[in-house]
């Protein structure tokens, strides 16, 4: 089953904290993991991704860890502010030469970041 | 550069009519694939096309079609609209599933499409 997990749905963080969302797939098969940001009206902006030859990708205050063995992938926010208030997708995609490179997402974690 | 521009912006339908929606890719990308968000939940995929041909199906009826012309551009197109048809309809820019490494698709800001 080329399914995605998410957790949590929502999630309430006062400025400057760490904002952690977590995802967990199925399919060993999957070879690239993104995270993206979608604000209210807007498509998906790609912020971070990951291969699973490495176990952690820091850019700027996003970091992904990522547990091949267990399966799952989590995004980290550090110092998080009110303008990191968004939907964040996990998401997931297998794709060979030739072939669709198609994302499989997860259901969305609306993150709320307090002043 | 610009980036994945998509049209319209909104749109509104009847049951039973139909709708084309088009997309432009990045400079440079060769393959687009379409994405459908319904409120609340992830995108799912739709198609995407590499070259004008299609190189990937999601789970969706024949009632949705697409096609890529020879600049790359796209459109979709969706037959007898139904009510659970309206969605956020995504299209995603990448380079190509034939290069090595260059996974990262770019979405547009979508086309709002709303059956009533």
């Known amino acids: 089953q080329q399914q995605v997990k998410q957790s949590p749905q929502s999630l309430i963080v006062q400025k400057g904290g760490i904002s952690i969302i977590n995802c967990a797939y199925e399919?060993?098969?999957?070879?690239?993991f993104p995270w993206y940001q979608q604000f209210p009206g807007k498509g998906p902006a790609l912020l971070i991704a990951i291969r699973p030859d490495v176990s952690e990708k820091k850019e700027g205050r996003f970091t992904i860890s990522f547990n091949k063995s267990a399966k799952q992938f989590s995004l980290h926010i550090m110092d998080s502010q009110p303008g990191d208030s968004a939907t964040y997708f996990c998401?997931?995609?297998?794709?060979?030469?030739?072939?669709?490179?198609?994302?499989?997402f997860g259901s969305g974690t609306q993150l709320t970041v307090l002043p | 550069d610009a980036g994945v521009t998509q049209s319209p912006t909104h749109l509104i339908k009847t049951r039973g009519q139909h709708v084309t929606l088009r997309c432009s890719p990045i400079?440079?990308?060769?393959?687009v694939s379409w994405y459908q968000q319904v409120l609340g939940q992830g995108p799912q995929f739709i198609f995407q096309y590499y070259e004008k041909e299609e190189r990937g199906r999601g789970n969706f009826p024949d009632r949705f079609s697409a096609r890529q012309f020879p600049n790359y551009s796209s459109e979709l197109n969706v037959n007898a609209l139904l009510l659970g048809d309206s969605a956020l309809y995504l299209c995603?820019?990448?380079?190509?599933?034939?290069?090595?490494?260059?996974?990262?698709?770019?979405f547009g800001p979508g086309t709002r499409l709303t059956v009533t």
């Open positions: 998401a997931a995609s297998i794709g060979s030469s030739g072939s669709a490179r198609q994302l499989t």
């Open positions: 399919n060993t098969a999957f070879d690239y």
């Open positions: 400079s440079g990308h060769k393959s």
């Open positions: 995603a820019s990448s380079l190509g599933p034939l290069r090595q490494g260059t996974y990262e698709q770019y």
